[in-house]
């Protein structure tokens, strides 16, 4: 089992960045591929950015392309989020994902998820 604890939510204005982490524990992620989504009220989750095993391939969304980074530190079984050029619309609830796959894309399944933490933009 993998437990993933994301932290680095918090309430900006729009325009700012925010870094959002999550680190792993209970087995080591080196393996995984790991991915964050967000789902705001009202709406689906929504896969925004992955990250294969080995860093080499990434997805995001067309929503936060440009603007949102993903990385990770397997010596440190974590990854991130890099958020820049926030806007009111990026608010949500958002979760860090491991898939066992390893690999990454649009339609991955993701089998282990955190609780999430929020991210509020003003505007």
């Known amino acids: 089992q993998v437990q993933l604890v994301e932290s680095g939510g918090g309430l900006v204005q729009n325009g700012d960045s925010l870094r959002l982490s999550c680190i792993a524990s209970?087995?080591?992620?080196?393996?995984?591929?790991m991915g964050w989504f967000r789902q705001a009220p009202g709406k689906e989750r929504e896969f925004i950015a992955g990250i294969s095993w080995s860093g080499k391939g990434t997805y995001y969304a067309n929503a936060v392309k440009g603007r949102f980074t993903i990385s990770r530190d397997n010596a440190k079984n974590s990854v991130y989020l890099q958020m820049d050029s926030l806007k009111p619309e990026d608010s949500a609830l958002y979760f860090c994902?491991?898939?066992?796959?390893?690999?990454?894309?649009?339609?991955?399944?993701?089998?282990?998820w955190g609780q999430g933490t929020q991210v509020t933009v003003s505007s």
């Open positions: 209970g087995r080591t992620i080196e393996k995984y591929a």
């Open positions: 994902a491991a898939d066992t796959w390893g690999l990454v894309s649009a339609t991955s399944q993701f089998d282990y």
